[in-house]
């Protein structure tokens, strides 16, 4: 038998997971200027419309068996899987916020992450159509629904001995986000340029921490910028390492040795270093363990489930 709780937990997830279904449109538009409104979903090879009840999400790719029923064209999986994880994060914001203005705010910022984090390992973009819009909402929801940070507060009391209303702070904490989060990562990616004499990372990176630090504050930004670049570090090593040892573009290396370039092995090398991963992807990923992680409320039902001493 269902509890009310179980019920809203479903109805959750089933709207993220349509809800999931219009981000892959957008993750799979934007990047080419098409419209997100029209036309409707259809195939890109036969430009067949897709039927409603195919379009079903998850469920539409599964009894489709991932192919187009007029051409057998391929769906690429990244459609139930975005959907999917859209779901999921709609579940997480019900159990962690609970039913209150900051679960919609997180929704909203949750499927911003999203599309920016899938677009930027997709094909490298982290589109302007995410980046300012998402700014401008956390400006505006930053005078209902402040980033939870304080500085302003600080700032107001110690410095100006004045306590300024709650809706000019939240909205200062969140310009002082967009500000710390977008310069850091600018001053990072000047420094990265002047040791490594090659750009590190785009202005949409930039961009993205300006959105996500008017979400999060200085102290979110910060977090986000230090997971994200930690994430990056660590797997960029770990896949350079795999490049290498999969013996990737050995081709393009052995052409090189035969021109007196250098050493196959150190050719490779050299090459698999090249390869850069999506800072943005991993920005994203830091930036919604923030937001989860960094609030307590989901420790509640964890402790109860813990056995207690008598």
């Known amino acids: 038998m269902w509890h009310s709780a179980d019920v809203v937990l479903f109805i959750f997830f089933l709207f993220g997971i349509v809800i999931g279904s219009f981000l892959n449109v957008c993750i799979s538009r934007i990047p080419e200027g098409l419209s997100i409104?029209?036309?409707?979903?259809?195939?890109?090879?036969?430009?067949?419309?897709?039927?409603?009840?195919?379009?079903?999400?998850?469920?539409?790719?599964?009894w489709l068996r991932g192919r187009c029923r007029s051409c057998a064209l391929p769906i690429s999986p990244m459609y139930?899987?975005?959907?999917?994880?859209?779901?999921?994060?709609?579940?997480?914001c019900y159990l962690t916020f609970d039913i209150t203005p900051e679960t919609f705010k997180w929704l909203f910022f949750g499927c911003l992450i999203i599309i920016l984090t899938v677009t930027d390992l997709r094909v490298r973009m982290?589109?302007?159509?995410?980046?300012?819009?998402?700014?401008?909402?956390?400006?505006?929801?930053?005078?209902?629904?402040?980033?939870d940070d304080g500085t302003a507060r600080l700032i107001s009391t110690r410095i100006f001995h004045y306590a300024a209303p709650r809706p000019v702070?939240?909205?200062?904490?969140?310009?002082?986000?967009?500000?710390?989060?977008?310069?850091?990562?600018?001053?990072?990616?000047?420094?990265?340029?002047?040791?490594?004499?090659?750009?590190?990372?785009?202005?949409?990176?930039?961009?993205?921490?300006?959105?996500?630090g008017?979400?999060?504050g200085i102290r979110g930004a910060f977090i986000t910028i230090l997971i994200g670049t930690l994430l990056g570090s660590v797997l960029g090593l770990?896949?350079?390492?795999?490049?290498?040892?999969?013996?990737?573009?050995?081709?393009?290396?052995e052409r090189?040795?035969?021109?007196?370039?250098?050493?196959?092995?150190?050719?490779?090398?050299a090459i698999a270093c090249k390869y850069q991963l999506p800072l943005g992807t991993f920005l994203g990923?830091?930036?919604?363990?923030?937001?989860?992680?960094?609030?307590?409320?989901?420790?509640?039902?964890?402790?109860e489930m813990l056995p207690h001493r008598h």
Request: aromatic share 10%; hydrophobic share 55%.
């Open 285 to 303: 990923v830091g930036a919604l363990l923030v937001v989860f992680f960094t609030s307590v409320s989901w420790l509640g039902p964890l402790l």
């Open 256 to 269: 090189a040795a035969r021109r007196g370039l250098g050493k196959t092995d150190g050719l490779r090398w």
């Open 126 to 147: 982290l589109p302007d159509a995410i980046n300012w819009p998402g700014f401008g909402a956390a400006i505006g929801l930053a005078v209902f629904i402040p980033p």
């Open 169 to 212: 702070l939240g909205v200062a904490d969140a310009l002082l986000g967009a500000a710390f989060g977008s310069l850091l990562l600018l001053g990072a990616s000047a420094l990265y340029k002047l040791v490594r004499h090659r750009d590190g990372m785009g202005l949409g990176d930039v961009k993205m921490m300006a959105m996500v």
């Open 238 to 253: 770990a896949m350079i390492a795999a490049l290498y040892l999969l013996r990737w573009k050995r081709s393009v290396a």
């Open 37 to 62: 409104v029209a036309p409707g979903s259809r195939c890109p090879r036969c430009l067949t419309p897709i039927k409603a009840y195919d379009n079903v999400p998850i469920l539409g790719w599964l």
């Open 80 to 92: 139930p899987v975005i959907e999917l994880l859209t779901g999921l994060l709609f579940v997480g």
């Open 214 to 216: 008017a979400f999060l």
